[in-house]
């Protein structure tokens, strides 16, 4: 069984501040992709980053950073100076590198606000 | 390019009617998606295509169809609508790049659908 995990419902931080929202997941698969979305209060999903389970070189874009450890099945996401246009509800994602393996299992989300 | 976009952007139903979804891309992506957003639940997947004239079952079909005449459109049908269809529906397509079936899924901005 497939299962995304994003304990925290709702974060709320003041402009400029650092905040990291978790993600853990679970699969038996040994290769699989994650994901992270953002869902910004005008409703679309925006694809933030992909990563393969066997690259496990952190990243960063900007103020954004991922840090992705598969000895504990995390894959978290770091925003650095947040600013109120980084509130969102984001979502991280699941899915195995299978052929036929379609389905993006999703965390449950977590609110971000960013407070002025 | 427009990506993907989904109409109507919002509909009210009375229990027992019907409707269709449909979403279109213009990126020649081969496979498509219908997901449904509900609170605290992150997306389900409902049914998906790899490609035209092929559908298959995802994490949540029941009360929908599905069907993919073009490449480029799939649509999201209720026969009759109940009101634990009320969700934001979300479509999204992706391709297939190589055989390590790498593909990311790129949303619409969904439609709010409320059944009464």
Sequence with gaps: AQKVTQAQTEISVVEKED?????????????????????????????????????????????????????????????????????????????????????????????LTINP | NAGVTQTPKFRVLKTGQSMTLLCAQDMNHE????????????????????????????????????????????LLGLESAAPSQTSVYFCASSEILGQTYQETQYFGPGTRLLVL
């Design chain 1, 19 to 111: 905040v990291t929202l978790d993600c853990v997941y679970e699969t038996r698969d040994t290769t699989y992709y994650l994901f992270w979305y953002k869902q910004p209060p005008s409703g679309e999903l925006v694809f933030l980053i992909r990563r393969n389970s066997f690259d496990e070189q952190n990243e960063i874009s900007g103020r954004y950073s991922w840090n992705f450890q598969k000895s504990t099945s995390s894959f978290n996401f770091t925003i650095t100076a947040s600013q109120v246009v980084d509130s969102a509800v984001y979502f991280c994602a699941l899915r195995p590198i299978i052929q036929g393996a379609q389905k993006l299992v999703f965390g449950q989300g977590t609110r």
């Design chain 2, 31 to 74: 496979y498509m998606y219908w997901y449904r957003q509900d609170p605290g639940m992150g997306l389900r997947l409902i049914h998906y295509s790899v490609g035209e004239g092929t559908t298959a079952k995802g994490e949540v079909p029941d009360g929908y169809n599905v069907s993919r005449l073009k490449k480029q459109n799939f």
